[in-house]
């Protein structure tokens, strides 16, 4: 019976997904069509600028117009091979760039073989290139190009948040792990797709499936090509062998995008390893233990950025210290307890950033949370933030006291965010895993999807990092940071310092976020 429900219902499904695929051709142009021309540009307008500054700038030249003209020339091809081994690199393909990590390595990459060029083609035209010149460039050619690939990823994420440049696809699997992947889809819009519908077992979609049913396994082809969609996401569990092999050789002969799930979560893509067996597809799981070492090797590098920081810190931290006793009335560091490592309290210290009565005005604001579920709170533009606390938000300069956390090991760079006590109390069992690790300032959550409304991705993050912690992982996170926190001042800057800032619902009623 629940069959023939879903059968007779099929027409009107496939129409209204074929509804939301015609809207999304008709809003916004294909993703990689759209977006791949302007990142090309904005990489070139980098690999221009950065050299041409460099060599300009650091050289003493005969004349102004000698100096102009062999700085265009270094900058110019330095460009043209910068481009040509990104291009090479597939840094253009969203497949590789989409993936942090992969692009920071791939950078390096690109900023050594254009630092090359510039240096053979600065040699011949008389350029004087000494080792340590040669060395910052190189270092600033690649800031400059994490700088404004952080950019472009924040704008991408925030547009594709608001629904633009989205790739319509369709799950095939109608089973369990097909309804996680929904999930993840639906609640990561920045991720770039949208869900048009599912294809699988009806029995399975017509239990309270939350995308519309387009159709079994052996119309999935027709069912693809009727809704207009050329890619797919594959529950790899919802099908047999014999029919996934079937399934998946159908849909690439006729030119499908697939993309197959590995059936696990919350694992690594780095403890992956491809070992065929008997010549069919296999992975390695490597064990995920992080040797004495590596904690050893996360605590001088804690140690050594708090201290080679804190001159500049200190001088940051007075000035702003200075702003807020002459902007509001109160005190100026603001304290709180936090849940540590082992489930230890601890105090954790900000700049204060909004009014001092801002707990009597909770109960007005509580009705305007913008989180979806969980015991976060979120309110992009809070009253209750003073002038001077926008400005620190928006540069994350209110967070710089607990650098003294890091310095005395209740906190670390990198971790999840230490809740509250009262937060702790809606943890489950395995989010109290989240404990076995120290807190950190910032955290994969936080350059993920900081903005993401949902209590479900700021878990699924938290236990990411937890299950696969490495100092590998923490560098890659602190650049991301880096990137971040120089996007959000320039966005929160231009806004008048109403950068978003997700906080607790918890602090919240404390009076200060």
């Given at each position: 019976?629940?069959?023939?429900?879903?059968?007779?219902?099929?027409?009107?499904?496939?129409?209204?997904?074929?509804?939301?695929?015609?809207q999304?051709?008709?809003?916004?142009?294909?993703?990689?069509?759209a977006?791949?021309?302007?990142?090309?540009?904005?990489?070139?307008a980098?690999?221009?600028?950065?050299?041409?500054?460099?060599?300009?700038?650091?050289?003493?030249?005969p004349?102004?117009?000698?100096?102009?003209a062999?700085?265009?020339?270094?900058?110019?091809?330095?460009?043209?091979?910068?481009?040509?081994?990104?291009?090479?690199?597939?840094?253009?393909?969203a497949?590789v760039?989409?993936?942090?990590?992969?692009e920071?390595?791939?950078?390096?990459?690109?900023?050594?073989v254009?630092?090359?060029?510039?240096?053979?083609?600065?040699?011949?035209?008389?350029?004087?290139?000494?080792?340590?010149?040669?060395?910052v460039?190189?270092?600033?050619?690649?800031?400059?190009?994490?700088?404004?690939?952080?950019?472009?990823?924040?704008?991408?994420?925030?547009?594709?948040?608001?629904?633009?440049?989205?790739?319509?696809?369709?799950?095939?699997g109608?089973?369990?792990?097909?309804?996680?992947?929904?999930?993840l889809?639906?609640?990561?819009?920045?991720?770039?797709?949208q869900?048009?519908?599912?294809?699988?077992?009806p029995?399975?979609?017509?239990?309270?499936?939350?995308?519309?049913?387009?159709g079994?396994?052996?119309?999935?082809?027709?069912?693809?090509?009727?809704?207009?969609?050329?890619?797919?996401?594959?529950?790899?569990?919802?099908?047999?062998?014999?029919?996934?092999?079937?399934?998946?050789?159908?849909?690439?002969?006729?030119?499908i995008?697939?993309?197959?799930?590995?059936?696990?979560?919350?694992?690594?893509?780095?403890?992956?390893?491809?070992?065929?067996?008997?010549?069919?597809?296999?992975?390695?799981l490597?064990?995920?233990?992080?040797?004495p070492?590596?904690?050893?090797i996360?605590?001088m590098?804690?140690?050594?950025?708090?201290?080679?920081c804190?001159?500049?810190?200190?001088?940051?931290?007075?000035?702003?210290?200075?702003?807020?006793?002459?902007?509001?009335?109160?005190?100026?560091?603001?304290?709180?307890?936090r849940?540590?490592?082992?489930?230890?309290?601890?105090?954790m210290?900000?700049?204060?950033?909004?009014?001092?009565?801002?707990?009597?005005q909770l109960?007005?604001?509580?009705?305007?949370?913008?989180?979806?579920?969980?015991?976060?709170?979120k309110?992009?533009?809070?009253?209750?933030v003073?002038?001077v606390?926008?400005?620190?938000?928006?540069?994350?300069?209110d967070?710089?006291p607990?650098?003294?956390?890091?310095?005395?090991?209740?906190?670390?760079?990198?971790?999840?965010?230490?809740?509250?006590?009262?937060?702790?109390?809606?943890f489950?069992?395995?989010?109290?895993?989240?404990?076995d690790?120290t807190?950190?300032?910032?955290?994969?959550?936080?350059?993920?999807?900081?903005?993401?409304p949902?209590?479900?991705?700021?878990?699924?993050?938290?236990l990411?990092y937890?299950?696969?912690?490495?100092?590998?992982?923490?560098?890659?996170?602190?650049?991301?940071?880096?990137?971040?926190?120089?996007?959000?001042?320039?966005?929160?800057?231009?806004?008048?310092?109403?950068?978003e800032?997700?906080?607790?619902?918890?602090?919240a009623?404390?009076?200060e976020?």
């Amino acid at each position: 019976m629940t069959v023939d429900v879903v059968d007779t219902t099929m027409g009107a499904t496939t129409a209204l997904a074929a509804g939301i695929a015609e809207q999304a051709d008709v809003r916004r142009p294909k993703p990689e069509r759209a977006l791949r021309p302007l990142l090309v540009f904005l990489d070139a307008a980098t690999l221009f600028g950065g050299w041409f500054t460099a060599v300009f700038v650091a050289h003493r030249w005969p004349t102004p117009l000698w100096a102009g003209a062999s700085s265009l020339t270094v900058a110019a091809c330095a460009t043209v091979a910068g481009i040509a081994t990104a291009a090479l690199s597939r840094l253009y393909r969203a497949r590789v760039c989409s993936v942090r990590t992969v692009e920071v390595g791939l950078l390096v990459r690109v900023t050594v073989v254009s630092a090359v060029v510039a240096g053979l083609v600065g040699s011949s035209v008389g350029v004087g290139w000494s080792t340590d010149f040669f060395i910052v460039s190189m270092i600033w050619l690649f800031m400059l190009l994490n700088v404004e690939r952080g950019m472009f990823a924040y704008w991408v994420r925030s547009s594709r948040g608001r629904g633009r440049f989205a790739r319509p696809i369709v799950i095939v699997g109608a089973n369990d792990e097909g309804r996680e992947l929904y999930h993840l889809l639906a609640t990561e819009p920045e991720l770039g797709y949208q869900v048009v519908g599912v294809i699988g077992d009806p029995a399975d979609a017509a239990v309270d499936w939350p995308a519309p049913w387009l159709g079994d396994g052996a119309s999935a082809v027709d069912a693809l090509r009727a809704n207009g969609v050329t890619g797919c996401v594959m529950a790899v569990s919802a099908f047999t062998m014999v029919e996934r092999t079937a399934l998946l050789n159908d849909l690439l002969d006729n030119d499908i995008h697939v993309q197959v799930s590995s059936g696990i979560a919350r694992v690594d893509h780095h403890r992956l390893r491809a070992v065929p067996l008997g010549r069919e597809p296999a992975f390695y799981l490597e064990r995920n233990d992080p040797s004495p070492w590596q904690r050893i090797i996360k605590r001088m590098l804690d140690l050594s950025i708090v201290i080679a920081c804190a001159p500049v810190m200190l001088l940051v931290v007075s000035v702003a210290a200075i702003a807020i006793k002459l902007d509001s009335r109160g005190s100026i560091i603001y304290r709180q307890t936090r849940i540590g490592r082992g489930g230890r309290p601890f105090t954790m210290y900000k700049l204060r950033t909004m009014v001092t009565a801002a707990d009597q005005q909770l109960a007005e604001l509580a009705q305007q949370n913008e989180r979806t579920d969980g015991p976060l709170f979120k309110l992009e533009s809070d009253p209750r933030v003073t002038r001077v606390g926008r400005l620190l938000r928006a540069t994350s300069i209110d967070e710089l006291p607990q650098l003294w956390c890091v310095l005395v090991g209740t906190m670390s760079l990198v971790g999840p965010r230490p809740p509250l006590a009262e937060e702790v109390a809606h943890f489950d069992t395995e989010l109290r895993t989240r404990f076995d690790v120290t807190p950190g300032i910032t955290g994969l959550w936080q350059v993920e999807a900081r903005d993401n409304p949902s209590f479900r991705v700021y878990r699924r993050y938290d236990l990411f990092y937890v299950e696969n912690w490495s100092v590998r992982l923490d560098f890659a996170i602190l650049i991301r940071t880096f990137e971040s926190v120089v996007t959000r001042a320039f966005v929160g800057l231009r806004r008048g310092g109403d950068a978003e800032e997700p906080t607790d619902v918890v602090a919240a009623a404390t009076g200060e976020l």
